[in-house]
């Protein structure tokens, strides 16, 4: 089977695995970011403190990052959200500084996200939502492409560490990849922090 049709049935069986776990643990995001908080500036390559972090505005089952964002902005790093911006007939991705409490906007697909105005920023961590990933740092999303287009434009102006967010359990053996796909520099479960074994 082709990956072009391997991904949306696997979408399919892992949004609702996801959604299953999401029920089950709704407070998971603050699991996570208590896990995470011993060791947020233990990682090898990790940014300094005066970098800039960006989230995402959780929608459907995905896990809530605001409380991890919420110790990055304790220990004095910066925020950013993405925002989606019209870009000929569809949008690309973009993003705007952002602090805890900010107003934000409804954008497409009924994503929040910081108001025009904000300062565009490019970030020095990005975390992704995702429905599935593996031990390599592939990334099952939702198939528009947004963050792998998102980051590979970051990654070719300055160093850019892509972290998931996730249940541990959506982990799986392996994930189908495609040339424009970005691989994760780790992972964030509500068990600790998966760095991954390769990002080729």
Same mark, same amino acid.
Request: negative net charge.
């Given at each position: 089977?082709?990956? $072009? @049709?391997?991904?949306?049935?696997?979408?399919? @069986?892992?949004?609702?695995?996801?959604?299953?776990? $999401?029920?089950?643990?709704?407070?998971?995001?603050?699991?996570?970011?208590?896990?995470?908080?011993?060791?947020?500036?233990?990682?090898?390559?990790?940014?300094?403190?005066?970098?800039? =972090?960006?989230?995402?505005?959780?929608?459907?089952? @995905?896990?809530?990052?605001?409380?991890?964002?919420?110790?990055?902005?304790?220990?004095?790093? /910066?925020?950013?959200?993405?925002?989606? =911006?019209?870009?000929?007939?569809?949008?690309?991705?973009?993003?705007?500084?952002?602090?805890?409490?900010?107003?934000? =906007?409804?954008?497409?697909?009924?994503?929040?996200?910081?108001?025009?105005?904000?300062?565009?920023?490019?970030?020095? =961590?990005?975390?992704?939502?995702?429905?599935?990933?593996?031990?390599?740092?592939?990334?099952?999303?939702?198939?528009?492409?947004?963050?792998?287009?998102?980051?590979?434009?970051?990654?070719?102006?300055?160093?850019?560490?892509?972290?998931?967010?996730?249940?541990?359990?959506?982990?799986?053996?392996?994930?189908?990849?495609?040339?424009?796909?970005?691989?994760?520099?780790?992972?964030?479960?509500?068990? /600790?922090?998966?760095?991954?074994?390769?990002?080729?």
């Amino acid at each position: 089977m082709l990956i $072009a @049709e391997q991904k949306p049935l696997l979408r399919n @069986e892992m949004k609702r695995r996801r959604a299953a776990l $999401a029920q089950a643990s709704p407070l998971a995001g603050d699991v996570l970011a208590e896990m995470a908080s011993d060791t947020l500036d233990a990682h090898a390559g990790w940014p300094d403190a005066d970098a800039v =972090v960006a989230g995402y505005w959780p929608i459907q089952s @995905e896990m809530n990052p605001f409380p991890l964002m919420q110790a990055y902005e304790s220990r004095g790093y /910066g925020l950013a959200l993405p925002c989606l =911006v019209p870009d000929g007939d569809a949008y690309s991705m973009i993003f705007r500084h952002f602090r805890l409490g900010d107003v934000l =906007v409804a954008g497409p697909f009924d994503i929040h996200q910081p108001v025009d105005s904000a300062d565009e920023i490019l970030p020095d =961590v990005v975390l992704l939502p995702l429905l599935a990933f593996d031990a390599q740092g592939w990334r099952l999303g939702y198939g528009g492409g947004y963050y792998d287009r998102a980051l590979a434009q970051l990654r070719a102006k300055k160093t850019v560490k892509g972290y998931g967010i996730a249940f541990s359990d959506q982990q799986l053996a392996e994930i189908p990849f495609e040339v424009h796909d970005q691989p994760l520099d780790g992972i964030f479960t509500e068990k /600790g922090i998966i760095q991954v074994c390769s990002t080729v």
